[in-house]
């Protein structure tokens, strides 16, 4: 069966400092991965998604990067973190198959930003 | 600018009562809904997905799909405590590599 590791699960980093967030998936090839963010009391905001290693797809202007260096891992970093970066970081993966695929998420890392 | 809304709720049902939660979209030809449940703390889980109109039940849950008003539901039957958790509709996005986007959610409180 597939299952997708995230870490860290809590961070608490002050502001200016980077970011580097982990997400991996086991028991799939080629899935499509992505960055969600939950900030307090909020619906999730998608910020990347990626269909292959090397391919990022950017949702929304932010002070945030990602990165797919490997088929089963995503990475998100930042060089300098603001105080809005603040939430509930959430890595997703569907199967390639389009359309009738649902997400399943990791456990979330939640990132304070002081 | 593709939407999903719901109501933010909370929504207060009784034990055993059915929980009506619903949701609208914008996005015209979006082919594939699902309903997540989040409790506090915790990343969402898939509990639903829905592809065509009309109802598909699965335990205690229904959800109900009506493409033309641009509608899907989730029911609980015989609420329990457990099930008090906030809710999320997500739709995808059409044509764009299983992308979802996701309302708000609504927060069900199921008292005893």
């Known amino acids: 069966s597939q299952t997708i590791h995230q870490w860290p699960a809590t961070l608490v980093q002050p502001v200016g400092s980077p970011l580097s967030l982990e997400c991996t998936v086991e028991?799939?090839?080629?899935?499509?991965l992505y960055w969600y963010r939950q900030a307090a009391g909020r619906g999730l905001q998608l910020l990347f998604y990626?269909?292959?290693?090397?391919?990022i797809s950017s949702e929304v202007p932010q002070n945030l990067s990602a990165s797919r260096p490997q088929d089963r891992q995503f990475i998100l970093s930042s060089k300098k973190l603001l105080l809005s970066d603040s939430g509930f970081y959430l890595c997703?993966?569907?199967?390639?198959?389009?359309?009738?695929?649902?997400?399943?998420f990791g456990n979330g890392t939640r990132l304070t930003v002081t | 600018q593709k939407e999903v809304e719901q109501n933010s709720g909370p929504l207060s049902v009784p034990e055993g009562a059915i929980a009506s939660l619903n949701c609208t979209y914008s996005?015209?030809?979006?082919?594939?809904f699902f309903w997540y449940r989040q409790y506090s703390g915790k990343s969402p889980e898939l509990i639903m997905s829905?592809?065509?109109?009309g109802d598909k039940e699965d335990g205690r849950f229904t959800a109900q799909l009506n493409k033309a008003s641009q509608y899907v539901s989730l029911l609980i039957r015989d609420s329990q405590p457990s099930d008090s958790a906030t809710y999320l509709c997500?739709?995808?996005?059409?044509?764009?590599?299983?992308?979802?986007?996701f309302g708000a959610g609504t927060r069900l409180a199921v008292h005893p």
């Open positions: 997500a739709v995808n996005v059409a044509g764009g590599y299983n992308k979802l986007i």
């Open positions: 829905i592809y065509s109109n």
């Open positions: 990626s269909v292959g290693i090397g391919q």
């Open positions: 996005d015209r030809v979006s082919q594939s």
């Open positions: 997703a993966w569907t199967a390639r198959i389009q359309g009738q695929s649902p997400l399943h």
């Open positions: 028991g799939t090839s080629n899935p499509n």
